[in-house]
């Protein structure tokens, strides 16, 4: 709790005090191949059920505003 | 004080008829009657309907009060909730839920009804010709239509005071909340190289507060209509959400603001209140912001930015746990579900959003966009993306690209197909679809807080629902078990 604390920021601060921090790049591991494996047989899967025509289902797609 | 914050969600789907003539209001209504044709239902009651109330006590010039279209299909189910043709719209709202967790529960069970709808309208369609319906918030051709929360609130506390101090949380709660969309649709966004943005609505909204839902579309929606006690009770109608397919999204939505809700009622800010410079603004910006860092002015010339002011009201949130415990969220286990929620998704947008791709719609889309970029070498304006975008919200199994995400759920299968025909048991719900799972043919007509009994003898009898903590199986079950017909039930209502 003690770390996450640390890693939060104030709720408001002076535009000075903004600065941006780097964001750490995790190593490649097993479990990332294995998500890596996995995304691609999603990617298949889009593939397959993406409407044909892109550009027309995208097109054909007009609503009425509502609410 | 805090008043138990029964929830509820109302959903207007998107709709496209394949093969039909392209009026969308003939094909709501087509979908919806497939569904309830054939089933134990009633008709909606109009009488106590008054959209054009504003809880500000007047209304303000130029103020468009929205239609009400007694004509269409209009169905109250017996899971409690209603389901109808909206404008062009199918929309299903939910009952009244106890809880948060609740609120998931009955928001998945109407996807399931709109799927079995799909299923039940192509048996009345002529061949080559089907209805898909889409759970999302624009057409991406500048279109919008809504998915509402309503929340049940304290009379006591003035209503300035409730819209100011939810705004904070209605502007930012999006970096959890959101829905995601390729591009952007409104002339405010013109000319900008926009590829992305958080939330479908956000740049929509054009005003802090008001009465309109469909123009000049306001963060903070002054509808007064309590549906309830309207001396006790207000319901706060929102109207600046997405719809979420995620459950955690959907969790999330409700309980941080029931969360935000019970603090304003309590008085539990601290003197912690933050005032935005400029809602309007900042709630496209935030929309805009995939780092979730760009600053947001306050009033006080200071700023803050969409994750420091989530952490603030999360900090808020938790030490009021602590003093008083979170039995208003309708359930302490829940309410401390959402607590412990809250902070894991913040902290996991604050590490890399697609940490939280399993549980945020925005971040979910993002980085199955991002994926599908790759692999193909399109450009962000490519018509794949947005058929990506818009086939991420298709509800039928077979299509539905969310479907094939593994995203977490935080109820069972079972229990969201029980909820499309049974009422919650903790809201008057329970006692609305009780009475026409039993004696729909006897159930002249219902609505929010009151049914019309027709016992085939003059007058027909309205049974007032007013409070939304009655009606619930706790003070009713008894009186329904033991109550053989109709009739008895209301003579022994009225003894």
Known sequence: ?67 | MVVAKVCGIETEYGIHHVGGDGNPVASSSLLVNAYVSDLARAGWDFEDESPGNDARGFAREGSMPPEIETHLVNAVLTNGARYYVDHAHPEFSSPECADPLEAVLYDKAGEEVLRRSMIAVRRTLPEGQSIVVYKNNSDSKGNSYGTHENYLMDRAVPFARIAHLITPHFVTRQIFAGAGKVGSETAGNAGRDITFQISQRAEFFEEEMGLETTLKRPIVNTRDEPHADPQRYRRLHVIVGDANLCEVATFLKVGTTALVLALIEDDAFDGRELTLANPVKAIRQVALDLSLDAPIDLADGRTTTALALQWELFGLARKYAEDRGLECLGDEAVGQQVLLRWEEVLHGLETDPSVVADKVDWAAKLGLLEAYRDRHGLDWDDHRLAAVDLQYHDLRPERSLFARLDTERLVKEQDVLDAVTEPPRRTRAYFRGQCLKRWASSVASANWDSMVFDLGTDPLRRVPMMDPLRGTAEFVEELLDGSSSPAELLARLSA
């Open chain 1, 1 to 67: 709790m003690a770390e996450q604390e640390k890693k939060r920021r104030p709720a408001t601060t002076t535009r000075e005090e903004t600065t941006t921090e780097e964001a750490e790049t995790p190593a490649p591991s097993p479990q990332g191949e294995k998500l890596k494996a996995e995304l691609d047989d999603l990617l298949d899967e889009i593939d397959e059920v993406l409407e044909e025509n892109a550009e027309e289902f995208v097109r054909n797609y007009v609503q009425k505003g509502g609410e």
